[in-house]
């Protein structure tokens, strides 16, 4: 039988986040993936090289790009024996990646292996709806000439309205700001509280460019050298005037500044194991140890009328669940996790997550604790700034923050990091990665 081995994270690379619309407005998320693999191929010497395999995936996919991580590997610098395939959980798409690489080193699969993501909203995919496409296939059907003209003439103009990608569940019909708005009412969440959070990510992420932090992490992707959401100008009182945009409500606290912006880019990492990584004489960063998922009953917290349910069961608050679960099953509590890294979707995300975790009800009624699980200390959590600052390219966003954090433990010369990342659908990703 196989003995599990320890998974190296050798390190991440990624191109500038940017803004929809903007930089890469006519780039392709087979193109930016390209980007972001042959930017970790030139950084680690990967090139015509074959990799155990690539996992890649994202959230808004545009036919034909049906195997799109193939068609990147095909286009990047690596060799193109190297096998590869696409995976879709949301938000959680890369550090879902992450997991099944580590998962087959671990097991002795493959040694070595790239876990990546891409997104991006300015090429998103239109369809045709539902009922031209319809008339296509009876004219697809059809057997002779005057078949598909009697199916053609049934288009009328309300068939060639395009179907639009919707942010909104299915479920709900709700979009993700509207269910987060829910979110931060039921649990009581200040708009200062939030705009402070955005406030502190922006100047974090900031510092740590100027620091250098990201010189080898962010590559220069279609003449695009930084991430540019980033406002290393922004100030409370700016974020303060700015108003709410998913509720019309005189309670309502999400704004543009304190909510991610739809955000094109790519980022990919590079795992392997402990003899590959000595035998090619790569660096060690940090080691995967773990992920967990959850899910909640979104649906039901939606329509009840406890609002501590709707709170509870909101459509982000699987991470309050999984981090929990992976931390009990690992015999850790907070105070053996020296960095924290919660996916900041919205501000008010976060300090939903954070106010569960503190609080007696929900720790006993949904972790089936006796006490809380404690507080997140405040100077341990996004220390180089997240998703609020840098943008939020929703299959992306898992690898940047496993490589950010790898870094930051190697900086810190060792250390415990916990991932936290809410998805659509209700769902949550969380991992630990630690450098001994």
């Given at each position: 039988?196989?003995?599990?081995r320890?998974?190296?994270?050798?390190?991440?690379?990624?191109?500038?986040?940017c803004?929809?619309?903007?930089?890469?407005?006519?780039?392709?998320n087979?193109?930016?993936?390209?980007?972001?693999?042959?930017?970790?191929?030139?950084?680690?010497?990967?090139?015509?090289?074959?990799?155990?395999?690539?996992?890649g995936?994202?959230?808004?996919?545009?036919n034909?790009?049906?195997?799109?991580t193939?068609?990147?590997?095909?286009?990047?610098?690596?060799?193109?024996e190297?096998?590869?395939?696409?995976v879709?959980?949301?938000?959680?798409?890369?550090?879902?990646?992450v997991?099944?690489?580590?998962?087959?080193?671990?097991?002795?699969q493959?040694?070595?292996?790239i876990?990546?993501?891409?997104?991006?909203?300015?090429?998103?995919?239109?369809?045709?709806?539902?009922?031209l496409?319809?008339i296509?296939?009876?004219?697809?059907?059809?057997?002779?000439?005057?078949?598909?003209?009697?199916?053609?003439?049934?288009?009328?103009?309300?068939?060639?309205v395009?179907?639009?990608?919707?942010?909104?569940?299915?479920?709900?019909?709700?979009?993700?700001g509207?269910?987060?708005?829910d979110m931060a009412?039921?649990?009581?969440?200040?708009?200062?509280d939030?705009?402070?959070?955005a406030?502190?990510?922006?100047k974090k992420?900031?510092?740590?460019?100027d620091?250098?932090?990201?010189?080898?992490?962010?590559?220069?992707?279609?003449?695009?050298?930084?991430?540019?959401n980033?406002?290393?100008?922004?100030?409370?009182e700016?974020?303060?005037?700015l108003?709410?945009?998913?509720?019309?409500?005189?309670?309502?606290?999400?704004?543009?500044?304190?909510?991610?912006?739809?955000?094109?880019?790519?980022?990919?990492?590079?795992?392997?194991?402990?003899?590959?990584?000595?035998k090619?004489?790569?660096?060690?960063?940090?080691?995967f140890?773990?992920?967990?998922?959850?899910a909640?009953?979104?649906?039901?917290?939606?329509?009840?009328?406890?609002?501590?349910?709707?709170?509870?069961?909101?459509?982000?608050?699987?991470?309050?669940?999984?981090?929990?679960?992976?931390?009990?099953?690992?015999?850790?509590?907070?105070?053996?996790?020296?960095?924290?890294?919660?996916?900041?979707?919205?501000?008010?995300?976060?300090?939903?997550?954070?106010?569960?975790?503190?609080?007696?009800?929900?720790?006993?009624?949904y972790?089936?604790?006796d006490?809380?699980?404690?507080?997140?200390?405040?100077e341990?959590?996004?220390?180089?700034?997240?998703?609020?600052?840098?943008?939020?390219?929703?299959?992306?966003?898992?690898?940047?923050?496993?490589?950010?954090?790898?870094?930051?433990?190697?900086?810190?010369?060792?250390?415990?990091?916990?991932?936290?990342?809410?998805?659509?659908?209700?769902?949550?990703?969380?991992?630990?990665?630690?450098?001994?």
């Amino acid at each position: 039988m196989t003995s599990v081995r320890k998974v190296a994270i050798v390190g991440g690379a990624r191109i500038p986040f940017c803004r929809s619309n903007t930089a890469y407005a006519k780039l392709s998320n087979h193109q930016m993936l390209t980007a972001a693999l042959n930017a970790l191929v030139d950084k680690y010497d990967l090139a015509g090289k074959v990799v155990g395999e690539v996992a890649g995936g994202t959230v808004l996919k545009l036919n034909p790009q049906d195997t799109m991580t193939r068609e990147a590997v095909l286009e990047s610098k690596l060799a193109n024996e190297t096998p590869a395939y696409d995976v879709g959980q949301y938000c959680g798409t890369s550090l879902e990646t992450v997991m099944l690489v580590a998962n087959k080193i671990a097991l002795g699969q493959i040694e070595c292996g790239i876990a990546a993501g891409t997104d991006t909203t300015s090429d998103a995919p239109v369809g045709v709806n539902e009922g031209l496409r319809k008339i296509f296939m009876q004219v697809n059907q059809a057997k002779t000439g005057a078949e598909r003209a009697k199916a053609l003439a049934k288009i009328r103009p309300k068939h060639v309205v395009p179907n639009i990608p919707q942010n909104a569940e299915a479920r709900t019909g709700k979009s993700m700001g509207q269910s987060c708005e829910d979110m931060a009412q039921a649990w009581g969440i200040a708009r200062e509280d939030q705009d402070q959070l955005a406030y502190e990510s922006h100047k974090k992420a900031a510092a740590a460019y100027d620091s250098g932090f990201f010189d080898d992490l962010v590559f220069p992707c279609n003449g695009v050298q930084r991430d540019n959401n980033l406002r290393p100008d922004s100030t409370l009182e700016k974020l303060a005037t700015l108003k709410p945009v998913f509720s019309k409500s005189d309670a309502a606290t999400l704004t543009a500044a304190n909510s991610t912006p739809l955000t094109d880019g790519a980022a990919a990492v590079f795992l392997c194991s402990e003899d590959y990584a000595k035998k090619n004489k790569l660096p060690v960063l940090a080691y995967f140890v773990t992920g967990q998922t959850a899910a909640v009953d979104f649906v039901k917290g939606n329509e009840s009328r406890d609002n501590f349910v709707r709170g509870a069961e909101g459509l982000l608050m699987a991470p309050a669940q999984a981090v929990p679960n992976m931390l009990d099953r690992m015999g850790l509590s907070f105070d053996d996790i020296d960095f924290f890294e919660i996916h900041e979707a919205f501000a008010a995300q976060v300090l939903c997550t954070l106010k569960a975790w503190e609080d007696p009800r929900f720790c006993k009624e949904y972790l089936g604790k006796d006490k809380p699980m404690g507080a997140v200390p405040r100077e341990k959590l996004n220390v180089k700034g997240s998703s609020l600052a840098v943008g939020h390219p929703f299959g992306a966003t898992g690898a940047r923050i496993v490589a950010n954090l790898a870094k930051i433990l190697e900086e810190n010369k060792g250390g415990r990091g916990l991932i936290s990342i809410c998805t659509a659908g209700g769902m949550g990703v969380a991992a630990i990665i630690e450098r001994p």
